[in-house]
Every structure is written in C-alpha cells, then in structure tokens.
C-alpha cells in the first residue's frame, strides 16, 4: 500500500441539475435503504417519513450526496420486480428531492428504474454490476446527463489471472459501455466493489491495494460501511461496525479515494476531515 495524494483538478460537474464539487476534499454519500431486507438496516427507513428525516439529516451532518436504494443487494436476496422497485422509491424519492439540495443517487440496476428516478430529478445511478446487466442502462444514463457510480461485480470468484488485474480490466470494460452509451466521462466514478464476487481475503486484499485503481483515471468511491469484511475480522453485528467503517474510510482517503458510502455520516465526515488535513499538510 501507498499514500496516493489526489490530484488538485477542481471538478463542478452537473448531474442532471444537481452539482457535485470534487475539489481534492472527501465526499460521503449518505445510505438510505429503503427495503425491508438490508443486511444492515433493512426495514429502518421504509417508510415515507423515516426515509425523508433520513436524508434532511444526513445532508444537515454535511452529506455530499445521498445514495437511495429500493432492492436489497446482500447475499442471498430475494429479486423484486421493476414495478415493485419503483413503487418503494417514488414517494420517498419525490420529497427528499423536494427537501434536499445535494445530488441523490439511485442504486439500481435496472433501466426502467433509472428512466423513472432520472425522469424525477435524481442525478446519478449507482450500478453493482457495472452496466453489464442490463445494456439498457447505460443508454438512459447518458439521455438525462446523469453521473453513474460503476461497481464491479462478477457471478463467481475466481480470479486466474490475478484479483486486482481482473477487476482493473473488467472496471475498463464497463467504462467502455459507459462512453459508447454517450456517458460523458466527467460523470463516471469507479468502485472496487468490497463484498462483492470477493470472499474475506480478497475483500482485505483489495482494500490493501485501492490505490492501483487510481490510473484509471476517474474519481473513486469506496462502499465498506458495516459490510461482513469488517464482521469477519472484528466479529461484531452490523450495526457495532462504525468503527471499522471509519478505518475503511480513512484507508481509502490515504490511497486517493474521494468519495465513500456510509451509514453514518457525521462520524465518517468527521475523520475523513481530519484524514484530509493530515495527508494535505
């Protein structure tokens, strides 16, 4: 591992009419699941007025963007429909817009779920299988000038010709679905997808060498909060993992990484402030 300054290039960019600043300083996305089944916190904030609360709290604890999803993505899920998926999000979608000023993310991965959220006013769509699932998605993507989050993620894991070149090429190819869709490539953020296709080791590996996804080029968002990596080596339930979150965090500020998702905002805002000034200085 080494310490990867990010570079000074000052980034406004406009995703569907909401700003993002990347400005060299760390950006959190708050999480808000809107689904009964999260592995963390599923049935907390499924209703409209826990879900709007939610976000007016995290964009008032200084959140740069709030990630809403409406399908679990933990092992073992049960797959909803389109429709159904839609349903969960559009009440709570529609009044956190309203009430909030920061860009919202909408993690899925289906078209017809971004056609609408994007068609509301949601800026950026955060994919956990990189564009590769449905090859719509990109299309509907670039149609609303939207920002999307590329996660990478395989049906197995198994890594012959080596973890962390495998997922370098397989993140590239997502990028060039990205651009051939006409994404524009100021909208797309990369993500090594901890606890995805990975078991324990190769998560720890992985985060022992974010860093080597630096030269790809883009901005880097890092998603560890409360995950089973943390589980697996302290042995604590989801919910006692703020710790380990916050070291995740402050390890992928040191390899360069600029924005992280995170249940708990004010903490990891916090130490990624004071991660920044030491790293800066």
Known sequence: MEIKK????????????????????????????????????????????????????????????????????????????????????????????????????????????AEFALGKGASIINDIYGLKKDPLLAP??????????????????????GLIFEIKESLKESINIALAAGISKDKIILDPGIGFAKDSEQNITMMNNLYQLKDLGYPLLLGVSRKSVIGSVVNVPPKERLPGTIASTVLGI???YEIFRVHDVK?????????DKIISS
């Open 6 to 113: 990010r570079t000074d290039n000052f980034k406004n960019i406009d995703l569907n009419g909401r700003k993002l600043i990347l400005d060299g300083t760390s950006k959190i996305m708050g999480i808000i699941n809107l689904t009964p089944d999260s592995f963390s916190d599923g049935g907390e904030y499924n209703n409209l007025q826990s879900a709007l609360s939610q976000g007016i709290q995290m964009e008032n604890d200084g959140a740069h963007i709030l990630d809403i999803g409406g399908e679990s993505s933990r092992p073992g899920h049960e797959p909803i429909s389109a429709e159904e998926e839609i349903e969960r999000i559009k009440d709570p979608l529609e009044l956190i817009l309203a009430k909030t000023s920061i860009p919202i993310s909408i993690d899925t991965w289906k078209n017809e779920v």
């Open 140 to 161: 509907v993507i670039a149609k609303y000038n939207a920002g999307v989050v590329i996660m990478h993620n395989k049906e197995n894991r198994n890594y012959p010709d």
């Open 254 to 256: 040191i390899q360069g």
């Open 267 to 275: 903490e990891n805002l916090q130490a990624a402030i004071f991660t």
